[in-house]
């Protein structure tokens, strides 16, 4: 559960955002739509499949202050799901939360982001796409889980699945 409190709170959004500036998504994106006939080999299919793909995302277009904010606002119910335990066995999951903190801080760090040399601008699309694929494949495992285990919750993840244009949280 505290992995679905981290989705709920900040990596549904920032996966949304962070997708929405990934020029290649067309290539994956059929590939997470996640559905009620999915099995385990589908699942296991579709993390292979993730395994080859470029997380790209144009950094040109992030809207860095705004990136910056959010995860500032956040840092807090962050820094509790790091103090958390029970994530010691969780060793993706662990390292997802400290590539979101590394971003955190290098973002946070600088006085502003106009101006910047491109060396820099690399080094943040390097953090930026690290993040991006280590929370694709956690929500993928997290879709996953909440398949297997609890069926209405993951009836209202698939109605709002990031990666699906035209999710609803309207049942129809």
Request: glycine share 6%; with cysteine; aromatic share 12%.
């Amino acid at each position: 559960m505290v992995i679905g409190t981290f989705f709920s709170e900040v990596g549904t959004g920032l996966l949304t955002y962070l997708s929405n500036h990934d020029p290649d998504l067309p290539e994956i994106r059929q590939d997470l739509i996640v559905t009620d006939a999915w099995t385990p080999g589908t699942f296991s299919g579709v993390h292979d499949r993730l395994q080859n793909y470029r997380y790209n995302v144009v950094v040109d277009d992030v809207d860095m202050p705004e990136l910056c904010r959010f995860l500032k606002e956040r840092r807090g119910f962050l820094l509790r799901l790091l103090e958390n335990p029970v994530l010691l066995e969780h060793e993706s999951f662990t390292d997802l939360l400290r590539a979101v903190f590394h971003l955190t801080e290098e973002l946070e760090r600088r006085e502003g982001f106009a101006g910047l040399p491109e060396s820099d601008i690399e080094h943040l699309a390097g953090d930026i796409e690290r993040v991006y694929g280590r929370l694709i494949r956690e929500w993928l495992s997290y879709m996953e889980y909440l398949k297997q285990n609890y069926p209405y919750l993951f009836s209202l993840a698939m109605r709002s699945n990031p990666f699906d244009e035209t999710a609803s949280p309207v049942v129809r």
